[in-house]
């Protein structure tokens, strides 16, 4: 295990972000702004698998501005509170270019800013899917809608967010959303629910009524810290909230969270257009934290992290693929590292894993300092071709994953998808234990979705869709004769385990069925509450026949009845 102490502080330089870190001061012109951030979100409003990489910087003060959010986009305040960055006007996820419908409002962000909306009726709009957030957000006496109510309702769907550690005044509208989380949000009235809607240590959480009502309600968040975030105070650093344990409410509205301030030249600053894995992991190796400024990174090995407490922080959806078959970051099992906001995307050798977190001997106990994970994406295909074996592989024990989506691409560029073409056999696999999750989306592998073999696992909100594409029953049938791979598959020797609220989808190219979309072993210790299979389009005659273990009614479409939803 590394030991060695942090690089000695040094006087301050003026900070480069590089090209795709645009950074703003309320004494500049507004319409100096506007005219920076338009020609952006013109370019990246549609650029769903475009190489372009942005984040926005707001110093302390007010604004007045409407600042749209598109792909690969973050948007970033940079006070000690949101209320230290107000933006009157709009910050927003709309989905006008495809006139409502935001299925594939992927790769955005926003953090520890306030927002006064005065556009479109004061309404707040946040229309998005998986690979999103809002986070630190205070939305001052609006409403914030999760779809884009501007279109009609069979147009304006969207599907699955994450809001943690925000405030909204009014009341949040979730009509078409289909599945959502919210953590430690105070929530003042929410309004709507279609599957999976789950509430974990939320203040002001609507009561709990399933099936009648698609809600999971959760008081108190088990164990959590919050992201650590970028503050501006005549110089820039990095804040780290301190881990708490039985929470409601946020960190910063009432008692704020004690924080750990790290000063910005203990971190390496790196840019897509010059580093390599070689540089940063001459960084990582002398102790210093990191920043992944805006780019696509590939490497040549793996990006290596052995220091206890490292902070590696990824602004405008920083994202890593390795090209010659490794794992894009291998993190040793030490204490207290954060990593945050990157997307993995699998390289064109195959990988065994792109993230592993501890090794396979990982046996230490991290609960007083556990490492957490916040707004990570595995991608496979899609923009690139690309091939793993298993995305994350969780090895340590108490590890905290917060808004995690792992994806197999089942759409994409040309060449980029395809059963024989984007190979992967699992999504996460977690031998760690005592592993907690709060929203884990894991969609499209070809064998199970999520496989759990440590003991003391907790997972709230569950979302998933199987495969699309398997080309018939023969190529997806388990060694056991089982048809198909369960999308949430927790391991026989496992003796204790909690999850709730999970939906699990299917929509087959091709006549298929599964029998199982959870299995698990039984036993006193083993807890799924509220779960949810759904068919949702595909081959007359395809099915989910069980939610777990043989239990559950079927969902199918037999070409004559649809049998569309089913919940214990």
């Known amino acids: ?282 960084a990582l190796h002398h102790g210093h934290h990191l920043i992944l400024t805006p780019g696509v990174y590939h490497l040549s090995r793996s990006l290596e992290v052995k220091h206890p407490n490292t902070v590696i922080l990824g602004l405008g959806m920083a994202t890593l693929v390795p090209d010659n078959g490794t794992p894009a970051m291998a993190i040793d099992d030490v204490d207290g590292v954060s990593v945050c906001g990157i997307i993995f995307d699998a390289g064109p050798v195959r990988s065994s894993q792109l993230l592993t977190v501890g090794g396979v001997d990982s046996t230490a106990d991290h609960s007083a300092n556990p490492t957490a994970l916040f707004d990570l994406s595995c991608r496979v295909g899609g923009a690139t071709p690309g091939s793993t074996i298993n995305c994350f592989t969780i090895n340590s024990n108490n590890v905290i994953l917060d808004n995690i989506w792992i994806w197999r691409a089942d759409h994409g560029n040309s060449g980029t998808v395809g059963w024989t073409v984007n190979t992967a056999e699992n999504g996460l696999t977690v031998q760690g234990q005592n592993v907690v999750a709060y929203g884990l989306f894991v969609e499209h592998f070809q064998n199970f979705q999520t496989v759990w073999n440590g003991n003391g696992g907790q997972v709230y909100m569950y979302q998933s869709e199987i495969p699309y594409d398997p080309p018939d029953q023969a190529s997806w049938q388990q060694p056991t004769g089982n048809k198909g791979y369960a999308s949430y598959k927790v391991g026989d020797q496992v003796s204790s385990h909690a999850a709730k609220g999970l939906g699990i989808y299917c929509n087959f190219d091709n006549q298929v069925e599964l029998d199982n979309a959870i299995e698990t072993p039984t036993g006193p210790g083993i807890q799924l509450n509220h779960m949810v299979t759904q068919w949702l389009n595909g081959k007359p005659f395809s099915a989910i026949n069980h939610i777990i273990n043989g239990t559950g009614d079927r969902v199918y479409d037999n070409g004559r009845n649809l049998n569309a939803k089913s919940s214990i």
């Open 1 to 282: 295990m590394a030991t060695s102490a942090r690089p000695t502080p040094t006087a301050s330089t003026p900070v480069d972000f590089g090209p795709n870190v645009h950074i703003f001061d309320p004494s500049m012109p507004m319409a100096q702004i506007m005219s920076t951030i338009a020609p952006i979100f013109h370019s990246q409003d549609t650029s769903q698998f475009g190489p372009g990489r942005h984040a926005y910087l707001f110093k302390p003060g007010s604004y007045n501005l409407n600042v749209d959010v598109g792909y690969y986009m973050t948007v970033h305040g940079l006070g000690h509170s949101p209320d230290d960055v107000t933006v009157t006007g709009s910050v927003q996820s709309l989905a006008t270019s495809t006139q409502g419908l935001a299925l594939n409002s992927f790769w955005r962000g926003v953090e520890n800013l306030s927002v006064v909306p005065t556009t479109n009726g004061d309404i707040s709009g946040w229309a998005v899917s998986q690979a999103t957030f809002l986070r630190r957000v205070h939305v001052i006496r609006g409403q914030l809608f999760l779809f884009d109510w501007r279109y009609p309702s069979d147009r304006n769907y969207s599907s699955g967010g994450f809001i943690a550690d925000s405030l909204v005044d009014n009341q949040i509208v979730s009509g078409s959303q289909q599945q959502f989380l919210t953590r430690n949000t105070t929530l003042t009235n929410w309004i709507g629910g279609v599957w999976n809607m789950v509430f974990v240590g939320d203040d002001q959480a609507p009561s709990e009524s399933w099936p009648d009502q698609p809600f999971t309600v959760i008081p108190k968040t088990p164990c959590i810290r919050e992201k650590p975030y970028l503050i501006f105070e005549n110089d820039y650093a990095v804040r780290v909230p301190s881990l708490k344990r039985e929470s409601q409410g946020t960190s910063w509205s009432n008692m704020p969270d004690s924080v750990t301030t790290i000063p910005i030249n203990q971190f390496y600053i790196a840019k897509a257009g010059t580093d390599t894995a070689d540089s940063i992991n001459n």
